[in-house]
Each structure stands twice: as C-alpha cells, then as structure tokens.
C-alpha cells in the first residue's frame, strides 16, 4: 500500500463504554486491521493520540452535557466519515430515560453533593447534533457488524447489514418462533436484526436492544401484546428501555403512557 | 385449478402397497440410513414439531397432536400412539433445497491479481420423511421456480435429485388448512417414493406403504410386510375422507386471482397494513417462497472477498431497494406486493398459484395475518375504483 493508512478516532460520550469494548473484543482482527488503518485516537486501547483530521470517527455515547454537545461538533469538524455505535450514539442509550422524568430530582438521589453537576435534562443521539454518516446499532453492538462497517468503509462500500425484523433471523436459524409457541411477548418483529435473534433462542422475547426496525408498527404489536396480558403500564416500560428515545419506541411510550392515564 | 391426482384413488391402486407396524418404519430409516441418506423428520423440539435430522424412529414424535390458528400454536396430547397424528409445523422442507445461507463464490487476492472459486453444489442424499400433500405440492412449486426457464438453479437441481421423498398422507389436519381448497390434500396421489397413511388404532399405530417409484419399491420390499387387503385400504379412504370433512377453511383459487387483481385500490390494503408488522415471518415460513439476495462482504484482513446468498423478504424495504430508494416504502404497497404475487401474478409467471394452503403464513404471523381471510374481504366489499388510481 503506497497511500497513508487512514486513520481511526474512537470516541466516548455519555455511555457505559461496551460498544468500545466490542472493538477492543475484536482482538486477532484489530491487530492485523491495523496493517489498514491507523488508530490514531483510541483512548482505551492505549495514551497516544495522534492529533486529527481522522479518515474515520467511531462514536459511543449520547449528548448529555453542554460541553459534550460541543466537543462533538468539533470532532465532526475533524472527521471525514463519522458512525455512531451503539444505542446510546444511535438514540439516546437508557439514560435518555431522564428524557420522561424530572432530572432535579433524579440528581438529588444520586448524588451527595448535587451541586456539582450540570447536565442537560435530557439525552439525545448524536444525530440530533450532528451529521452521522452511518449508524451501527446495538446494545452492545455486534463484533462481527462492527468489523463489516470498518471493511466496507476501508473499501468504499456499503455495509452489509440488513434493516430487517429480528424474526428473519429466527427464521433463517430455525428458531421457535416464542410468541406463536408459547405467547411469550416479544419485540422481535418491530426490532432491527443484527444481534442473531439471541433472546428467542433461549426462550425469552427479544427487548429491542437494537432499537426499531425501518418500518416498525408499534401499534400493531401493541395490541398483540395486549392480549397475550400486557397491560399499558407494562408497555411503556416495554418501550422504555435501551432505546427509549428512538423516534418508533418513544411515541409508542408515550401513547401507552397517555393510555394508562386515561384508563 | 384443482390437482386431480390429488383425489382418493377408488381402486386399489399398485402391487407395492404394503402394510407394517412402527418395527417396519424402524428398518425402512434404518435402509434409508445404509443407502446413504441423511434422514429429515418431524420432532418435537421447543415447543414445536420442527424438521431437522433424525437418527431412529425414537425421535419422531409420539402421540403428540397439535393446535393451530392465526398467530398461535400448541402442542397437545394425542389419546394414541401416532408418530404421524399433526399437522405441518414451522419448518418447511425447502430448507433443505434452498437452505437460509450459501456461499456463491469467494475471490482470494494474490501478489498479482485474485482468483475466484465456486464451491461445489450440495451432494448429499437427503431423505424427507414425513412429507404432507400441501408440501409436496410446495416442492413441485419451487421446482418450477429453481429448475425451470433459462437458468436453472445448480444447488436447488442437484439437492432435489438427491432427495428420496417418503410422503405422508394427513389424518389430523388443524383449523389454518386448506389443501383442499388448492386440490393439494389431505391424501397424496404422486411425487413420492414412498407414500404412508398412519392408521393410529391406538397403542399399536400401523402403515400403509405405496411404492411411487421403482427405488420406492426396492426399499419397501425389503420391509417385513404384507399386502394391503380391501378393508385395510377402505380404512385409509375413510381416514383421509374425515380428514378432509374437518377441513373449513376455503380459498377459491381462480377466484382469488380476479379479485386480487381488480382490487390493487382497496381500502382494505391499508386496513391490512395497520395490523401487519413487516416482519417478514409469513414468507420466511411459506413452503413456496423463494426470495432471496446476495450479501458481498470483504475481509481486508485476508485478502478474501466473499458473495453469499441470503433468504429475503418482500416485506422489508431493502428488497426493493434500487439506486434512489425502496419501490415498496409503505406496509401497504409489500402486504399487496406479497399477496397479488402469491395469488394472483404467480399465475403468470409459473402457471400455477404460489400457495399450496399450507397455512403456515396465517399460524406463524404473530399478529395471526390470515390470507383467506383478507381474499374474502376484497372479494365481499369491493371498493369503486379511485378516480386517481396510479
Ligand atoms: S420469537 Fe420474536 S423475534 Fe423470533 S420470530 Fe417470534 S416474534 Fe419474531
Ligand atoms: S401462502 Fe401461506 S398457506 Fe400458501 S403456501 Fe405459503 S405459507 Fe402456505
Ligand atoms: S403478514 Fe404477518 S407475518 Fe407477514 S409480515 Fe405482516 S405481520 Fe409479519
């Protein structure tokens, strides 16, 4: 290779770090990934930061900080192809559940001194700040996916990663479909594929982890799950979890949140 | 159009009809298993009757029965010992001739330049034990779809000339059937090697065993066996004739082809899309369809770069994806897409309707999305047709 490697920034935000984790997971792959690409900005893996532009920023996290929604505009600046990774980059992670409640009051739980934070009241993706050129779901994300959206970046094209339902990879697996068998409830048929249909195999409904599929009908499913016994209360926590904020999960809690009230 | 060879024979019908008890299944997988088949059947796994490879016929399921209906399915306890008393499960056999995954080539690079290799179509011999009349009928719908027209598929090709087919008529179909709609069961009249009727008679199930092939037959005769007598075939006949009276569910097939096609407008499209999911779960379990797409992945690590091929889904956007966006953005546009293909277009294309009134679409749609259903509303409550129809 004649050309300068391109060079690699990974970057955390609001986020319990797995995301990152999966790619320090990746171990045999990344050290000869690193014949292609430079890592230049890996905090995790190791001290030395080659300083930017970077050919390609990886990001973890959510928007939760006034500082933090500054710092990513300047890291954008500074990088040619920016993909979020994982649920809290793509929509907001759990902690945007502080999105539904009174953060004052969730500070003055957690903290001694309350004083000393600052935060915003809500947590946002980093779409909402920024232009994202590819978003890799998951919570956490999947090693093998994170090393397709490396390849296909190292090689100019598109990352083979379906938007399609969990359930086609149940199906594909030969799964038992939960719901159909044993009216377990699941969120499989509403949620983005990519973790292998994990959850169906060992017999528990999927929990969305990696958040709504392209055309997800949550009212659809809603009712579904209401009557295999669900009741709204439930269903909003059905919705409100790793990908709470998802613009599909969000107005399907809402709704079901405005549901328990009137009932 | 109905298949007319699906009928009840009323004649005995072949010198290779053979009766035996659950010992002569035993040496028949046994034979099966000596020749060189990997042996498919039913067994109960997670819930289900699933299809998967079977050692003895310890494994096929016993006295287990089933219930089935829009968006649900439940095993239950047969008051006898059939091996054979169900009706079809979740996995269909093209599975097996059409798997979920296969790699079409792989490109290795080189100092100069790469070389590419195919790997070899799939040879081994399979055994299908236990198919139904309504999967028989799937089969011979895919084989128009993967071994007719102008290029042939080579792995579906040579998988189906090595698949030994033992067919099984159907005594306990469930509420989501309706081969009798489609001319395609509950008793089988061709296509088989071997075709049984399990006769349940309580602790003691026995068979009746029709050689359809002269391969059928040379395995057959090596069974301890005796002829099938008058009243033992008047039993089979009443059987299927009781299995076809449980039967209610209808769907005229020549009928459902006009009304598809001159409703494409309906407001019962959209009525449909607020319940349906997307999820693909109805195509993915159908016997017939036969999507697919081709997945490039490269590994730079290696120098290797990989085509596969992967079952697809007109119900999700990607699969009409071209330069600009998905053709089929709303629900609405892939449930009509999946129906009108199905139904109406497969006409067309193939000759034939692409259902084979399995009804696995309708027991598998975990919102319980029923086609006969949806035809019949279109057909009852036709809409004028907007004066702005695209
Ligand atoms: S178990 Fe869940 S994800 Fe799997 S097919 Fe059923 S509904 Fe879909
Ligand atoms: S459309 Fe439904 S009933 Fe017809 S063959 Fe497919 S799965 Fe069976
Ligand atoms: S009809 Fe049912 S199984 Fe098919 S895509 Fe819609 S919800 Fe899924």
Redesign the interface.
Known sequence: MAAAKPKLAVWKFASCDGCQLTLLDCED?LL??T??IHIANFLEASREVVPGPYDLSLVEGSITTNHDAERIQKIRQSSRFLVTIGACATSGGIQALKNYADTDEFIRYVYASPGYIKTLSTSTPISSHVTVDYELRGCPISKTQLL?VI??F??K?RP?I????V??DC???????V?????TA?L???THSGCGALCPSY?RGCFGCYGP?????T???S??LKSVGLTDDQLVRVFRTFNAAAPAFHDAGLAHERQNETN | MKNPEASIPATHPSPYFVRFDIEGLKRLIETLKQEGYEVLGPTVRDGAIVIEPIESVSQLPCGVGDEQSGGRYRLTQRSDRSRFGYAVGPTSWKRFLFPPNRLLWRATQHERGFSVETPPVDSQRRAFVGVRGCDLAAIRIQDRVFCGGANPDPDYVSRRKQTFIVAVECGSPVQTCFCTSMGTGPAIGDGFDIRLTEIPDGENPYYLGLAGSEYGAQLLSQIDAIQVNESEFAERNAILASAAAQITRHLDPDHARAVILENPEHSRWDEVASRCLTCGNCTQVCPTCFCSTVDDVTDLTTGVAERSRRWDSCFTMEHSHVHGGAVRRSPRSRYRQWLSHKLGSWWEQFGTAGCSGCGRCIVWCPVGIDLTEEVAYLATKRDAPPEDAP
Do not use: F, W, Y
């Not at chain 1, 379906?162 to 339902?165: N, T």
């Not at chain 1, 199906?171 to 479909?177: R, S, Y």
């Open positions: 792959e000869s990934l014949h292609h397709e390849n296909a190292l090689t094209r083979a379906p938007d399609q339902s359930c086609m199906k594909a697996k030969g799964t038992v479909c719901m159909v068998s044993k009216g699941c499989g048929p509403i017999d599929q392209g055309s997800a009908n009212t659809g499913l009712a579904r």
